[in-house]
Structure formats: structure tokens, C-alpha cells
């Protein structure tokens, strides 16, 4: 038997005694043969062990034996197989405790640096507890662990068993050296002494406090190493605890006086929490009369340049203290408040322009070139009072400012030029699915390019379908989700292996049969837009691909789909009624038909026609009919499709109807859904069993159908990447409501982690995109994003299109104001979204003033959480461009608001200057 045959044997049985002794006599070139062996058992036994830990099935003898061989394994892992390669082996190989890693370094004699490298090691990545780690340094077998690591487990072991006094006791070190290291680690977002006590965790502020007030800690080291970490600029979150615990040590008027120079430093802070703690402190040693002036004075400058108004309204108080009792200081502080009229708050600006009235020198040069650079930000109702320290400019008018935009609705899409140019492009797409355009490029080009001889396939496209094979047997999973691939990857897998091994891999799919969903959607229809292309391209003759777009958002022009339709039909190509309907509802009805094609009468053609306005009489093909009165959408023919082949619900030859409602569904957070109920309430969506019994040709109308009928499913239909949602918007750009009506459901403003959903209002971007309700519905959800790059998109849409007057102001206001008091949206969002977009230009500004009034329409009572914002924002634009009120509705929620604060003062300005006017 051999020594792996024995150490193999010895692990079955759990005796990690007798694999020590049998590895200790191997000799090196021995322990080298066994290395590659015991990695393989080791990965074994793990998934032997996650098996029976999951299993119902698995009894308590199985569990106990998997656990002493994996116990023995680990201990022949580190006898056998240097650091390097053990880490690799992951998690599972970690010790659970300190009596293990002592046992390692012991029984195999490992050297100093051995274990300081592996105790730095498991200080990052394993459960082991600080003291036991620690103990392996005080027991002499390695140096003190230097890594923040070692002391981020320090605060993950304190708890309620931990005896501070019989440790100091026991390891001087500990009250000395190790506890002070706590001030210099930031943590992380699993471990961090803030963390610790949000979510309750050990309280160390209380330890802390504790062990001063014994004597065992120095209270002023306890200051200044507070002060210390919050010099490091530690996230806010973190650092927000060393600024709480310095204050909770009370510092008297002699210690703050002591610490003044770094309170001062601290000013500068890249955190805003620490800026205003360490103003509050200066703030207390000048009421108390012991601040020096002229220390503050160098380091006061940034404080103004902070986003908190409080803070900034602070440090301007203390100037203007300053001022009234060291004259001498009064030019500068006039200057230090033209800073101040860069914040974005009209009370900063009032106080700010009240000092340099104050103080300030109006033939001071350089006083008045810093307000005039900063005047612009400075809030309407506060910049006449800058007038006098100003020279007169010209405005710029309103008809100057051109807003243009690279969009051009009939930029043609270009198809794939050459093989080995549709071989990068599906390299390009198995690798990264977002562009709906390559995607349709890539369909088409496997269709034009199928009679490609067999052999430079396979000599050119070997790299391809290797990388298309990978994705493909990741896929070959029970679940889906485990293969952590896309269904986007996924589709174009298969599309490249069918195009280059000529063969349909879409149908055999498991995870793209129909039966996978109770509801056909968006993706459903690019599925059967990709087998057709895959079908054409294993035929191997000449064929086009009828839904391929021509131009712009994916349109088709009329007279290419005739010209494609006629080519397959000379070629006896036919595609399916999907695939026809797919490319009837991509028409662009603003292309007329070229008068020798009119001459044609197939049934698709017809279709053409009738989509366009043609009077044709109808066919007999109902998914086709369905897609082209989509296009047409005359209602004086909906009624002779409707009796020859009846009723198909909204969209379904009438067009759709969606009516917008909230549902309160979690009363304790006060969480609302959004819910769309379509001009049919009764229409259900077809599942697959109904599905099943329908015959080939009425299938794809219903399934068509269900692109806009959205009655209270909570189903994702669209999609949940960038490619689907993308694609899903092509599907029927000539109208994109059923688009936005899922999209309004599918969005939520408070989420940030699904990026997807800015692909949801990128169609808004486009000039030939008009804004229906429903469009203006989602791009008012969409002004209370939380997430950048969502309310990048948002923003830059609303801006294009009132630049380009698509964005009607009275379609906008009504869905707006059915969800202002709702508590849907967060109104302070929506406040900072039309600051945003009325400081673009005058017309912005006129459309943000003129739209706030009409969004009035709810009881003031109920005026939700940061309604004096907007009223806020509201005085100040009307201020700016010369307007009142005039809306009557919004006159009377003047009158008939009742409560203080902000809210309050705002809306009798607004009232009082509605009344002058009238």
C-alpha cells in the first residue's frame, strides 16, 4: 500500500493522529507526489459534506463521520501543501479555532514566518476570535500580527463575556498597545465600532467611557486619538462614531481650549458630520470668549463650501460675531461670505448678503468680482439686493439658447457587411448583451450569410463556438439561476451555435420551452424572432429576415419589408406568422409605399397596405391583421375586425386604455404598489394551457396582445437586463404606452439596486418620441429616483423634451398630481429634480414655475413630508422671471394652508403676491 493509499485511508476514518505521524516521515519528494491527490480529496470531501448538511435524508452518524474526515483533511492540507496553494482551496479549509493552529504549528514544526504569514492570513478571511490569535503571540510561535485585520477582530470579540480587567491583567499589551489600534481602523461594512452599536451590538463608546472613569484608560489620549481617526477621513458613516464618543466625553472649556489648532484643522474635513462637530466645538469656546480669532479665520473658509444649511448658517453666525468685535477682520469676512452665495439655500443667501451689506466695501475690487462670479446661484428673492455691487449685463433671450440633439429618427441601420464581421459581432454580444440594434444586426447576418461553406465555418468560427459551448454547458443546470448566466447570454449561445454547427438550439432549449412561464411576454416574442432567424439560417439558401429594422428606434420602412417579403416569396421563403407580425408592428406609417409595389395583393402585403391607410379588403391571417391596425389605429375599422375575428381585449384592434391606481400593501412602512387597469378589466392573460389548445395561426395575436394587456400581474414582462428592456421598446415603437405602462409598474423610485431601470425611460431621449400620459406618468415616478444614473437619464429626457416642446405641460401636471400627496414619491426628489431642470434656461425655468401650481390639486391638510421645498422653489422661480399664480386651484391651497415652518411662510408670500397681481 502506498503512503497516499494509507494517508487516504487515515482520512476515511477520521484518525488525524495517524496522518500526522505517516506526513512527518514522508520525505519531501514524497510529500511533493501527495500534493495534487490530497487537493482532489480534499474538494471531495466538501462536497460530500454540503450534500449531507442539505439533505433531509442525512442521519447524525453521517454528519458526525464527514466531520471528523474533513477535520483530518485539513490537518493533512497544511502538512502537506505549502500557503499558497491552501488558500486556494477556499474557505473550507480555515480552522475553527485557535487549538487547531496550534496543533498545525507544532506537530509539523512550522517555521516563524510560516506562521506569521498564515496568522495575517486567517486574520482576513477566517472565524478564529482576536484572543485566540493573539495567544498564539503571546505562546511565542509568531510575531504580533500588524494588519487591520487582527484588530478588526478585536471589535468583533467584544461582548458580554468579555472581562476587560482580567485581560488587561493577563496581557499588558492589550491596555497599552492594542485597544489604542481601535482609533486607527476604519473596519469594514461588516465590522466597525459604529456598526457595532446601530445594530446591537457591543456598545465600545459605553467600554470606553467605563474604563476612563476607572482610571485604566487616559482620558486626554482618549481625546486626542478621537480627534486623531477623525483626521483619516474614515467614511461618514464610521466616522460619525469617534465625533459621538469625543462628545460624550464632555470636554471641559480647558480641553477644547488645548485642542482648539485640531478642531480648526478638522474644519477642512472631506465629511460633513465631522465639519459641523468640529464647528460646534470653536462655536463653544466663542461664546465662552476663548477662540482665537485669527486660528479660525485661516481654516474657516471651507465650512462655507458645505452642503448642510445648518452648518454653513452656523459659521456665518460666528462671523458676523467676529466682525462686530475685531473691525479689523471685517473685509475679510465680507469676502468669506460671498463664498457663502454658492449654497443652494435662499436663508444662506439672505444672511450672507446681511454681511457683506454689513461689513463689506463697495469699492473693494475684489469683493465684487467674487460676487459677481457667484452671483448666479444667489436665489431670486435675495439677488436685487447684489445689484449695487454689480455692473449691468445683457440676459441672453430665451429664442438664443438652442437645444440640439444628434437624434436622427431615419439613420439607417446598417447590416453586417462581411462573415468575419459577424463573427465579432457575435463574439462581442456572447460577452456583453446590451444593444438591440446589434442584436437585430447579428440575426440578420446569420440569415443573409447561411450559404457560408461548412469548413471555413468551422476553420473561422472555431474560437466563437468554443466560448459559445462554455456558456451553453454552464446552462446545463436543474435550476437556471445556478448557471449564473443570462437568459441574454444564454439566447446568444444558442443563436452562434446554431448558426455555426447548423443546427436549431433554441427549440431544444429546456429553459426556452413555453412551459417555463404562465405568461407570454416581451421576451417571449424576441425568442421567436431569434428562431426564425436560426431556421432561415440552416436552410441554406437565400432569405431575408422580414423584421430586421431599417432605421431609427427600429422601424422598418414599408417598401424594404415588401421588397424582403417578395424576394423569400420568389425563393418559396416563408416566415412565421410571428416573425410577420414582429415586422408589421415595426412599420413607419410616415413612409408612403412606392406605387409599383402597390400593385402586389399577397395577404401580408395587404397588411402593409392597410397599416399605412390603405382601403384593403381584410384576410383572413388574424395575428397579421391585429399587428397592422396597431399601426393604423383608425377607429372607424375597429369594428369590421372586431366581428370577423373578435374581441382580443385592449390593443387588441382598440387600442388600450391605462388607468393608474396605488394600493397601500404595507401598512407599517407605508409602501404603496402601483397598479394599471386597461380599458377591459375582465380580460385575463392567457396562460399555456389555454395557449396549447390554439391553433398555430391564432396563437401569436394573443400573444401580441398580451404586450399591452397588464391587468394586476406583478410578472416582469419586459425583462431584467439592458438588452430586454431595450429590445422590448422596438417591438412597437410607433407606439411605446404598453412599454411605459409596464415600465410604470416595474419601476420603484426608492430601488437601487436594479441598474436595468434606466432603460426604461431612455426612449423618452428621442425627438420623434411623443409624451403620452402614460409616458408622462412614468417620467414623474421616475423625478423621485434614488439612483444616479436612473435620474441622469430622467433628467436629461425632461430637458430635451421641453426643449423640444414634446412635453406637454398639462398632460405632465395631471399625472404628477395624482401622485404628489400619494406618498408614493419622495417630494424633496422631485424639488431637487426641477431646481435641476430651471436652471437650464429661461423656458425651463417658465415650465418648472407655470407646472408646480397646477400639482396643487390635493387638501393642504394632507401635504406630504418636504412640501415647503417645493412651494420654496416655487416663490423663488416666480420671483426670478416676474410671475404669479394665476391658477385657481393652487390660490386657494394658499388660503387654506394652515401649518408653519417653511411651508407655511412660502405659500403667503405666494399668496400675497397672487393677489397684487389680480
Known amino acids: 500500500m502506498t503512503q497516499f493509499d494509507q494517508l487516504a485511508e487515515h482520512i476515511n476514518t477520521g484518525d488525524y493522529k495517524a496522518c500526522i505521524s505517516l506526513i512527518n516521515a514522508c520525505d519531501s519528494e514524497t510529500l511533493q507526489k501527495l500534493r495534487t491527490s490530497l487537493s482532489k480529496i480534499f474538494k471531495e470531501l466538501t462536497d460530500k459534506d454540503r450534500e449531507i448538511r442539505f439533505s433531509s435524508l442525512s442521519t447524525t452518524q453521517q454528519r458526525k463521520d464527514i466531520e471528523n474526515q474533513l477535520y483530518a483533511a485539513r490537518i493533512c492540507v497544511y502538512g502537506v501543501l505549502p500557503l499558497n496553494s491552501i488558500e486556494k482551496l477556499g474557505w473550507q479549509v480555515n480552522p475553527d479555532d485557535g487549538a487547531f493552529c496550534e496543533l498545525v504549528i507544532t506537530e509539523f514544526n512550522k517555521p516563524l514566518q510560516w506562521v506569521d504569514t498564515w496568522v495575517a492570513s486567517l486574520s482576513e478571511r477566517s472565524r478564529i476570535s482576536f484572543y485566540e490569535l493573539n495567544a498564539l503571540y503571546q505562546k511565542g510561535y509568531c510575531n504580533k500580527p500588524t494588519s487591520e485585520h487582527f484588530y478588526i477582530k478585536l471589535i468583533q470579540g467584544f461582548g458580554p463575556d468579555f472581562n476587560i480587567d482580567k485581560e488587561f491583567t493577563k496581557d499588558s499589551e492589550l491596555a497599552q498597545v492594542d485597544i489604542w489600534k481601535l482609533f486607527e481602523v476604519e473596519g469594514t461594512s461588516d465590522c466597525n465600532l459604529a456598526g457595532c452599536e446601530i445594530y446591537g451590538g457591543p456598545s465600545w463608546s459605553s467600554f470606553f467611557l467605563e474604563q476612563e472613569q476607572k482610571g485604566v484608560l487616559p482620558r486626554e489620549k482618549l481625546l486626542i486619538c478621537s480627534l486623531n481617526a477623525l483626521d483619516q477621513d474614515?467614511?461618514?458613516?464610521?466616522?460619525?462614531?469617534?465625533?459621538?464618543?469625543?462628545?460624550?466625553?464632555?470636554?471641559?472649556?480647558?480641553?477644547?481650549?488645548?485642542?482648539?489648532?485640531?478642531?480648526?484643522?478638522?474644519?477642512?474635513?472631506?465629511?460633513?458630520?465631522?465639519?459641523?462637530?468640529?464647528?460646534?466645538?470653536?462655536?463653544?469656546?466663542?461664546?465662552?470668549?476663548?477662540?482665537?480669532?485669527?486660528?479660525?479665520?485661516?481654516?474657516?473658509?471651507?465650512?462655507?463650501?458645505?452642503?448642510?444649511?445648518?452648518?454653513?448658517?452656523?459659521?456665518?453666525?460666528?462671523?458676523?460675531?467676529?466682525?462686530?468685535?475685531?473691525?479689523?477682520?471685517q473685509n475679510q469676512i465680507a469676502l468669506l461670505a460671498a463664498v457663502a452665495l454658492l449654497h443652494e439655500h435662499a436663508d444662506v443667501h439672505k444672511l450672507a448678503i446681511d454681511l457683506i451689506e454689513t461689513f463689506g466695501d463697495k469699492n473693494d475690487a475684489l469683493l465684487s468680482d467674487a460676487i459677481g462670479a457667484n452671483v448666479e446661484m444667489v436665489a431670486a428673492?435675495?439677488?436685487?439686493?447684489?445689484?449695487?455691487?454689480?455692473?449691468?449685463?445683457?440676459?441672453?433671450?430665451?429664442?438664443?439658447?438652442?437645444?440640439?440633439?444628434?437624434?436622427?429618427?431615419?439613420?439607417?441601420?446598417?447590416?453586417?457587411?462581411?462573415?468575419?464581421?459577424?463573427?465579432?459581432?457575435?463574439?462581442?454580444?456572447?460577452?456583453?448583451?446590451?444593444?438591440?440594434?446589434?442584436?437585430?444586426?447579428?440575426?440578420?447576418?446569420?440569415?443573409?450569410?447561411?450559404?457560408?461553406?461548412?469548413?471555413?465555418?468551422?476553420?473561422?468560427?472555431?474560437?466563437?463556438?468554443?466560448?459559445?459551448?462554455?456558456?451553453?454547458?454552464?446552462?446545463?443546470?436543474?435550476?437556471?439561476?445556478?448557471?449564473?448566466v443570462s437568459e441574454e447570454?444564454?439566447?446568444?449561445?444558442?443563436?452562434?451555435?446554431?448558426?455555426?454547427?447548423?443546427?436549431?438550439?433554441?427549440?431544444?432549449?429546456?429553459?426556452?420551452?413555453?412551459?417555463?412561464?404562465?405568461?407570454?411576454?416581451?421576451?417571449?416574442?424576441?425568442?421567436?424572432?431569434?428562431?426564425?432567424?436560426?431556421?432561415?439560417?440552416?436552410?441554406?439558401?437565400?432569405?431575408?429576415?422580414?423584421?430586421?429594422?431599417?432605421h431609427g428606434r427600429g422601424f422598418i420602412n414599408p417598401n424594404v419589408l415588401i421588397d424582403r417579403f417578395l424576394s423569400n416569396k420568389k425563393n418559396n421563403v416563408f416566415c412565421d406568422i410571428t416573425e410577420q407580425a414582429l415586422a408589421l408592428l415595426r412599420l413607419d406609417k410616415r413612409i408612403a409605399i412606392k406605387?409599383?409595389?402597390?400593385?402586389?395583393?399577397?395577404?401580408?402585403?395587404?397588411?402593409?397596405?392597410?397599416?399605412?391607410?390603405?382601403?384593403?379588403?381584410?384576410?383572413?391571417e388574424c395575428a397579421l391583421w391585429l399587428a397592422a391596425s396597431r399601426i393604423r389605429q383608425d377607429q372607424d375599422v375597429t369594428n369590421a375586425l372586431t366581428d370577423k375575428f373578435g374581441y382580443y381585449g385592449p390593443d387588441g384592434f382598440e387600442k388600450a386604455e391605462h388607468v393608474f391606481k396605488l394600493e397601500l400593501f404595507d401598512k407599517k412602512w407605508n409602501w404603496y404598489k402601483l397598479i394599471c387597469k386597461t380599458n377591459q378589466d375582465n380580460i385575463e392573460h392567457?396562460?399555456?394551457?389555454?395557449?396549447s389548445t390554439l391553433t398555430h395561426q391564432k396563437r401569436p395575436a394573443n400573444a401580441l396582445v398580451n404586450l399591452s394587456n397588464v391587468n394586476d400581474t406583478?410578472?416582469?414582462?419586459?425583462?431584467?437586463?439592458?438588452?430586454?428592456?431595450?429590445?422590448?421598446?422596438?417591438?412597437?415603437?410607433?407606439?411605446?404606452?404598453?412599454?411605459?405602462?409596464?415600465?410604470?409598474?416595474?419601476?420603484?423610485?426608492?430601488?437601487?439596486?436594479s441598474w436595468y431601470f434606466k432603460c426604461y425611460f431612455e426612449p423618452l431621449l428621442k425627438g420623434d418620441v411623443q409624451i403620452t400620459p402614460v409616458a408622462a406618468l412614468l417620467l414623474s415616478i421616475g423625478f423621485a429616483a434614488v439612483e444616479a444614473c436612473q435620474k441622469g437619464v430622467v433628467l436629461e429626457a425632461t430637458i430635451q423634451a421641453i426643449a423640444d416642446e414634446r412635453l406637454d405641460l398639462d398632460v405632465l401636471a395631471k399625472e404628477a398630481a395624482f401622485l404628489l400627496p400619494s406618498g408614493y414619491i419622495t417630494v424633496g426628489r422631485w424639488t431637487k429634480m426641477f431646481k435641476e431642470i430651471a436652471t437650464i434656461s429661461p423656458k425651463h425655468g417658465r415650465f418648472i414655475c407655470q407646472l408646480i401650481p397646477k400639482l396643487l390639486t390635493h387638501d393642504p391638510a394632507d401635504a406630504p413630508r418636504d412640501m415647503g421645498g417645493l412651494l420654496e422653489l416655487l416663490n423663488e422661480l416666480e420671483i426670478e422671471f416676474g410671475l404669479s399664480t394665476d391658477v385657481n386651484q393652487a390660490i386657494s391651497y394658499y388660503k387654506n394652508n394652515k401649518k408653519g415652518g417653511k411651508q407655511g411662510k412660502a405659500c403667503k408670500a405666494l399668496l400675497k403676491r397672487s393677489l397684487q397681481t389680480a
Not at 450 to 475: F, H, M, T, Y
Not at 739 to 751: I, K, L, Y
Open 381 to 484: 428673492s435675495q439677488k436685487h439686493r447684489l445689484s449695487d455691487w454689480l455692473e449691468e449685463e445683457q440676459e441672453v433671450p430665451v429664442e438664443q439658447i438652442v437645444f440640439e440633439s444628434d437624434y436622427d429618427p431615419f439613420e439607417p441601420i446598417m447590416p453586417v457587411a462581411s462573415f468575419n464581421e459577424l463573427l465579432e459581432l457575435l463574439t462581442h454580444l456572447i460577452e456583453c448583451q446590451e444593444d438591440p440594434i446589434s442584436l437585430e444586426r447579428a440575426l440578420d447576418g446569420v440569415v443573409r450569410f447561411a450559404d457560408i461553406e461548412p469548413n471555413i465555418k468551422q476553420a473561422k468560427g472555431q474560437a466563437l463556438l468554443s466560448r459559445a459551448n462554455k456558456v451553453w454547458q454552464k446552462c446545463d443546470v436543474k435550476y437556471f439561476y445556478q448557471s449564473r
Open 686 to 691: 392567457f396562460n399555456i394551457e389555454h395557449i
Open 714 to 753: 406583478t410578472y416582469d414582462v419586459i425583462g431584467e437586463s439592458d438588452l430586454s428592456v431595450r429590445w422590448s421598446a422596438t417591438v412597437w415603437p410607433y407606439d411605446l404606452d404598453a412599454f411605459f405602462a409596464q415600465a410604470t409598474m416595474s419601476f420603484s423610485p426608492d430601488e437601487n439596486s
Open 595 to 620: 406605387p409599383e409595389l402597390l400593385e402586389h395583393s399577397d395577404e401580408f402585403v395587404n397588411c402593409v397596405k392597410f397599416a399605412l391607410g390603405h382601403t384593403i379588403e381584410l384576410g383572413n
Open 234 to 329: 474614515f467614511i461618514q458613516k464610521r466616522a460619525g462614531w469617534f465625533s459621538r464618543f469625543h462628545e460624550q466625553l464632555k470636554p471641559s472649556i480647558e480641553e477644547r481650549k488645548n485642542l482648539e489648532s485640531r478642531y480648526c484643522h478638522l474644519l477642512g474635513s472631506q465629511i460633513p458630520p465631522t465639519v459641523t462637530f468640529a464647528l460646534k466645538a470653536l462655536n463653544t469656546l466663542a461664546k465662552n470668549k476663548q477662540l482665537d480669532v485669527e486660528l479660525f479665520m485661516q481654516n474657516v473658509e471651507p465650512v462655507l463650501y458645505a452642503k448642510a444649511k445648518g452648518t454653513v448658517l452656523t459659521a456665518l453666525k460666528l462671523l458676523n460675531q467676529i466682525a462686530k468685535q475685531h473691525a479689523p477682520y
Open 489 to 550: 447570454q444564454y439566447l446568444m449561445a444558442a443563436v452562434t451555435k446554431s448558426y455555426l454547427e447548423n443546427m436549431d438550439y433554441i427549440s431544444q432549449a429546456k429553459h426556452f420551452q413555453p412551459e417555463r412561464y404562465s405568461i407570454i411576454g416581451w421576451f417571449d416574442v424576441l425568442l421567436e424572432h431569434s428562431k426564425t432567424a436560426c431556421k432561415l439560417s440552416i436552410n441554406e439558401s437565400a432569405a431575408c429576415l422580414l423584421a430586421f429594422p431599417t
